[in-house]
């Protein structure tokens, strides 16, 4: 079945430590998006990818960086410059062509820095 | 810019109760708009959406929403509650067909009582 897989579903990480989420999509969609989500605070845009080689920062990028060197993938890493690292990450991609926002979700991975 | 409000952090209804989420939005130019549920520790959900066309809007799981331009309100509702409902919801709008990077609420628990 097609889909967004995103592992690991939780990790720990202790202060100072890179750490890198992956995140595998088989739905041949062209953009990806990362999303930080905190409790009450809805969803925040990390980076988006409209295309292969090619990224963007969204709203809050700082401390966070990513690649997409396969239209499949978009890893996202938690730089120790992250100041609150600990959150829910989601992972998400959509097909650009459709340009109606529909997008499609992972199920999500879990951070927390001890 | 666009905006999105979603009224109450949590909303509590009895088992087979009306369930009305409200959200209203801002938007300068014709909005795309979104319902995504989350069910606990997962990714998120299409409901559903409206684009263009008929503003009254049904989706997945027996639930609706209503487009209503004049008030700038997707409000979400479903006639009779069931336990499975129990989730958080999002509203999310779109700035239309060239801009496809959501703005997404705050997000609306959902409670159901037995």
């Known amino acids: 079945d097609g889909g967004i897989t995103q592992s690991p579903k939780y990790l720990f990480r202790k202060e100072g430590q890179n750490v890198t989420l992956s995140c595998e999509q088989n739905?041949?969609?062209?953009?990806m998006y990362w999303y930080r989500q905190d409790p009450g605070q809805g969803l925040r845009l990390i980076y988006y990818?409209?295309?292969?080689?090619?990224?963007q920062k969204g709203d809050i990028a700082e401390g966070y960086s990513v690649s997409r060197e396969k239209k499949e993938s978009f890893p996202l890493t938690v730089t120790s410059a992250q100041k609150n690292p600990t959150a829910f990450y989601l992972c998400?991609?959509?097909?650009?062509?459709?340009?109606?926002?529909?997008?499609?979700f992972g199920e999500g991975s879990r951070l927390t820095v001890l | 810019a666009q905006s999105v409000t979603q009224l109450g952090s949590h909303v509590s209804v009895s088992e087979g109760a009306l369930v009305l989420l409200r959200c209203n939005y801002s938007?300068?130019?014709?909005?795309?708009l979104f319902w995504y549920v989350q069910y606990p520790n997962q990714g998120l959900q299409l409901l559903l959406k409206?684009?263009?066309?008929a503003t009254l809007v049904k989706g997945i799981n027996g639930f609706e929403a209503e487009f209503k331009k004049s008030e700038t309100s997707f409000h979400l509702t479903k006639p009779s509650a069931h336990m499975s409902d129990a989730a958080e919801y999002f509203c999310?709008?779109?700035?239309?067909?060239?801009?496809?990077?959501?703005?997404w609420g705050a997000g609306t628990k959902l409670i159901i009582k037995p």
């Open positions: 999310a709008v779109s700035a239309g067909a060239s801009n496809y990077q959501l703005i």
């Open positions: 739905l041949n969609h062209d953009a």
């Open positions: 990818s409209q295309i292969v080689n090619d990224f």
């Open positions: 938007s300068s130019v014709p909005p795309y």
């Open positions: 998400a991609s959509s097909n650009r062509n459709t340009n109606t926002g529909e997008l499609f």
């Open positions: 409206y684009t263009t066309g």
